[in-house]
């Protein structure tokens, strides 16, 4: 059974057939060659896969794409201005150098989109809680929570302008 998929991939239409057990992470890496979605654990524990459907975070290594059908999706590929400007989270893991060999980097990025979205100014606490669900085996945490920390204040700022 082939089923037909139409969903919007960082603000882009997208029509495609694929079968029932096809993962989202197989869709978006296999047939839409967007490779800022990692696939590491393969059972929603490690975070690396987050993508925003509809803003809200989940793990495309488990999420069936069927159930993406007419919703919005955005992965770390989405986040980049036209222009070629980094979004102020992907700016901030930079500055703080919140990446080491990088597989994690962009589920944390996408994780930490989604808090940001619902609280501009997190608490430390509240930014460790909400980034419990995705893991970093090279660069610890301190500096990405001090990433997501410089993100939300590079945000506070730009919406003032």
């Given at each position: 059974?082939?089923?037909?998929?139409?969903?919007t991939?960082?603000?882009?239409?997208?029509?495609?057939?694929?079968?029932?057990?096809?993962?989202?992470?197989?869709?978006?890496?296999?047939?839409?060659?967007?490779?800022?979605?990692?696939?590491?654990?393969?059972?929603?524990?490690?975070?690396?896969?987050?993508?925003?459907?509809?803003?809200?975070?989940?793990?495309?290594c488990?999420?069936?794409?069927?159930?993406?059908?007419?919703?919005?999706?955005?992965?770390?590929?989405?986040?980049?201005?036209?222009?070629?400007?980094?979004?102020?989270?992907?700016?901030?893991?930079?500055d703080?150098?919140?990446?080491?060999c990088?597989?994690?980097?962009?589920?944390?990025?996408?994780?930490?989109?989604?808090l940001?979205?619902e609280?501009?100014?997190?608490?430390?606490?509240?930014?460790?809680?909400?980034?419990?669900?995705?893991?970093?085996?090279?660069?610890?945490?301190?500096?990405?929570?001090?990433?997501?920390?410089?993100?939300?204040?590079?945000?506070s700022?730009?919406?003032?302008?």
């Amino acid at each position: 059974m082939v089923l037909n998929l139409q969903f919007t991939v960082n603000g882009k239409p997208w029509s495609l057939d694929c079968e029932p057990a096809d993962t989202l992470a197989e869709v978006l890496r296999n047939r839409l060659n967007l490779n800022g979605t990692k696939v590491s654990c393969e059972v929603e524990v490690c975070g690396a896969c987050t993508v925003l459907v509809d803003n809200l975070p989940v793990s495309a290594c488990t999420y069936l794409a069927y159930e993406a059908r007419g919703k919005n999706l955005l992965t770390v590929e989405g986040l980049e201005k036209a222009d070629g400007t980094l979004h102020p989270i992907q700016q901030a893991f930079i500055d703080e150098f919140a990446f080491q060999c990088g597989y994690c980097t962009p589920g944390m990025i996408m994780a930490a989109k989604s808090l940001l979205d619902e609280n501009p100014k997190p608490t430390r606490d509240e930014i460790i809680h909400h980034m419990d669900g995705n893991i970093c085996r090279c660069t610890g945490y301190v500096p990405i929570v001090a990433a997501v920390e410089r993100a939300a204040d590079m945000m506070s700022k730009e919406s003032k302008k």
